[in-house]
C-alpha cells in the first residue's frame, strides 16, 4: 500500500488543527466539562486498565487518532504481520514472535510453512531441559546437581529474559539461582562468577547470530573457568547449552548441539524473549509460568488482532504517543513501574521502543518530514520521584509518563503496598492538577522572602501521564504487558512509516569495535581522526603505566 508522507494527509492536518485549539486547556476542565470523562478515556482488558483521561486530549482527539491510523493502513499492517508477511522489508523477512506464544489453534503459515509444529517441538525440548535442571537430574562432571545458571547475552538475547526474571523473583526455584552477563566489560563475568562452583555451574549461551563478538568473548571465558576447574573438553557438554539460530557457529564454540535450542530468523532479537531465548526465565521459574508469560502475551495478541481501533489499547497508548511526539513536540517517554520487580522494566524498554523506532528513513526509502521514536528513560517509582521527577513536575519539556502498578503485592512485608500505590495516585494527581499562583502565593504567605518565593511553588500541572493498573504481577499479567508496548511501538512505526524490526545502528556498533580494537595495541593511527588518535595514545600511554 502506498501512503502519502504523514505530514501531508488530510487526517494529519485536522489532527493539527484540533490541537491548536485544545492544546492549551487544562486537563483539570475537561474533567470539568465532562463528568463521564474518567468512564470515556479509561480502557480495560480483563482486570487490566489503561486511563488516558489524565492527558491533554477529548474524546475528540481519540477519534481524530484512530482516523489517523486507519489512514496509515494499520489495521492492514497489523494483519500483514500476523499473517507471516516479510513486513521488516530492509532484512526481507517475516515478524512472527506472536507465532510463539500462539495459544490458539490456527496455524500460522509462514512461506508457504505451518511454523507451529516447529514452534511447539522447541518449546517441549526446552522443557525436557527445564526439568532435568530444576530437578537436580542433570548433573555436572562432578556429578552434582546444578546449582548456578549463567545466561551469556546480550542486547536483546539479555534484557527481556533479565527482565522477567527479575519481575518474577517471587516464583524463583529455590535451588536455582539464574544469574545474566551481558557486557563484555570482564568485570561482568568476574563478579557473578566470584563464589560460583563451576562442577555446578550452567553456562548459557544466548546468541541469534552467535556471531555477536561481546557473547563469545564471555562465554570463551567461561569455558577457561570452567576448564581451569579440572573439567576435560568432554565435560563441556555438561555445563553449556546455546539458545541460538546458528548451528554452525555453536558447533564451532564446542557446545554439542543435542544442548541447543533453536529459533528462527523472524524472531527480532528485542523480540525473542518468547522464544528459546526465555530458557533462563523458563529454569528460573519453571516451565508452567514460562508457558503462562506466553497465554498472556497471547491474551493482548488476540485483543489487538480484534478489537475496534477506538478500545484497543496498544493502538491507543501508540497513538496517545503519536499526539505528543508528532503535535506536542515532547522529546520524551517515561516509564515508572512502581513495583521494584520491574526495575529493568524501563532499559527493556528503551531497547524495545527506541531500537524500533529510532529511524529516520522511511519503508519508501525516503527521510521522514516528522519525529519518530522518543527518547524512553525510567526508574521504578518512588525512587524516581526522589531524583529526576523534579524535571517532569517543573522543568522546560514536556514528558508523557507511564505509570504501571499492580493492586496486589507478591511479599509479606505489611503496609508498604499501599503506601507505594498512595505514591502512584498522588504523583499522576499531582501532575495533572498542579499549583497554581494563589496556592503557592498561600502557602509561602508570611514568609519575608514571599514575593520571591512563590513562583517556585508554582506547577504548571496537565503534565500528562498512562497509568496502567492490574491485579498482580504474575507471568501471565507480565506477558500481557509486555505484548502491550509491543504491539504500541508496532503501531507507531507503522504511522510513521519506519521499518520497526531492524537495527542498522546496532549492526553498524558490530563492526566498528572489531575493526578498531587492533589500534588499541599499536601501530599507526593516522586513519583516525585526530580525536579518536589522540584518545587511543592517551589510553596507551596509561594502560601502559605501572
Ligand atoms: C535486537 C538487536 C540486538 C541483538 C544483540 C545480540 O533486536 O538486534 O540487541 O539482540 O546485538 O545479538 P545476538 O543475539 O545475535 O548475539
Not at 481519540?62 to 492492514?76: F, K, Q, T, Y
Not at 493498573?469 to 519506519?498: C, M, N, P
Request: aromatic content about 8%; overall charge negative.
Amino acid at each position: 500500500m502506498h501512503l502519502p508522507p504523514l505530514t501531508e494527509s488530510p487526517e494529519y492536518a485536522a489532527l493539527l488543527a484540533h490541537h491548536a485549539e485544545i492544546a492549551e486547556v487544562p486537563v483539570l476542565s475537561h474533567f470539568a466539562d465532562d463528568p463521564g470523562r474518567f468512564e470515556a478515556l479509561s480502557f480495560r482488558l480483563d482486570d487490566l486498565l489503561v486511563d488516558l483521561s489524565k492527558h491533554r486530549l477529548t474524546p475528540k482527539t481519540l477519534s481524530l487518532l484512530v482516523a489517523l491510523a486507519e489512514a496509515r493502513g494499520v489495521p492492514a499492517r497489523r494483519d500483514a504481520m500476523f499473517a507471516g508477511e516479510h513486513i521488516n522489508t530492509t532484512e526481507d523477512r517475516a515478524v512472527l514472535h506472536t507465532a510463539l506464544r500462539n495459544q490458539s489453534d490456527r496455524p500460522v503459515v509462514l512461506d508457504g510453512v505451518d511454523v507451529m509444529p516447529e514452534v511447539r517441538a522447541v518449546l517441549d525440548r526446552v522443557e525436557a531441559f527445564v526439568e532435568a535442571v530444576r530437578s537436580g537430574a542433570w548433573r555436572g562432571y562432578t556429578g552434582q546437581a546444578i546449582t548456578d545458571v549463567v545466561s551469556i547475552g546480550i542486547g536483546g538475547s539479555d534484557l527481556g529474559p533479565v527482565m522477567v526474571t527479575e519481575a518474577l523473583w517471587p516464583d524463583h526455584h529455590p535451588r536455582l539461582r539464574v544469574h545474566y552477563v551481558s557486557n563484555v566489560d570482564g568485570g561482568h563475568l568476574h563478579r557473578t562468577l566470584q563464589g560460583l562452583d563451576p562442577a555446578r555451574t550452567l553456562f548459557i549461551v544466548a546468541s541469534k547470530t552467535f556471531t555477536t563478538i561481546e557473547t563469545l568473548t564471555n562465554a570463551a571465558s567461561a569455558k577457561a573457568w570452567l576448564l581451569a576447574s579440572g573439567a576435560g573438553d568432554a565435560d563441556v557438554a555438561k555445563h553449556f547449552a546455546a539458545l541460538s539460530t546458528n548451528e554452525a557457529g555453536v558447533r564451532a564454540f564446542g557446545i554439542d548441539p543435542v544442548n541447543m535450542f533453536p529459533f528462527w530468523d523472524w524472531v527480532g532479537g528485542r523480540y525473542s524473549v518468547w522464544s528459546a531465548i526465555g530458557t533462563p526465565v523458563a529454569l528460573a521459574v519453571g516451565m508452567d509460568r514460562f508457558r503462562a508469560l506466553l497465554a498472556g502475551a497471547h491474551a493482548m495478541d488476540e485483543h489487538f488482532r480484534t478489537a475496534p481501533l477506538a478500545s484497543n489499547l496498544p493502538v491507543l497508548m501508540a497513538l496517545v504517543g503519536v499526539w505528543y511526539v508528532n503535535c506536542f513536540g515532547a522529546e520524551g517517554l517515561a516509564v515508572l513501574p512502581y513495583d521494584q520487580g520491574l526495575h529493568r522494566l524501563p532499559a527493556y524498554l528503551q531497547q524495545a521502543d527506541m531500537e524500533s523506532n529510532g529511524k529516520t528513513v522511511g519503508l519508501d526509502g525516503q527521510r521522514v518530514r516528522h519525529h519518530t521514536g522518543p527518547i524512553v528513560f525510567g526508574e521504578p517509582g518512588t525512587n524516581g520521584q526522589h531524583a529526576f521527577y523534579q524535571l517532569i513536575h517543573q522543568g522546560s519539556r514536556l514528558i508523557p509518563c507511564d505509570f504501571i502498578a499492580a493492586a496486589k503485592a507478591r511479599h509479606p512485608v505489611a503496609g508498604h503496598h499501599p503506601l507505594l500505590l498512595a505514591n502512584f495516585f498522588a504523583q499522576t494527581e499531582a501532575l495533572m492538577v498542579g499549583r497554581g499562583p494563589e496556592a503557592a502565593k498561600a502557602e509561602v504567605a508570611g514568609r519575608p522572602d514571599a514575593g520571591t518565593l512563590w513562583p517556585h511553588k508554582v506547577f504548571a500541572g496537565s503534565q500528562p501521564t498512562t497509568s496502567v493498573l492490574f491485579k498482580t504481577l504474575d507471568a501471565y499479567s507480565l506477558g500481557r504487558l509486555i505484548a502491550l508496548y509491543e504491539h504500541k511501538i508496532f503501531v507507531q512505526g507503522v504511522i510513521w512509516g519506519v521499518n520497526s524490526f531492524d537495527q542498522w545502528g546496532v549492526e553498524l556498533g558490530k563492526v566498528l569495535a572489531k575493526r578498531l580494537q587492533p589500534a588499541l595495541a599499536a601501530g599507526d593511527l593516522s586513519a583516525h581522526d585526530p580525536s579518536t588518535a589522540g584518545l587511543i595514545e592517551w589510553y596507551r600511554a596509561l594502560a601502559a603505566e605501572a
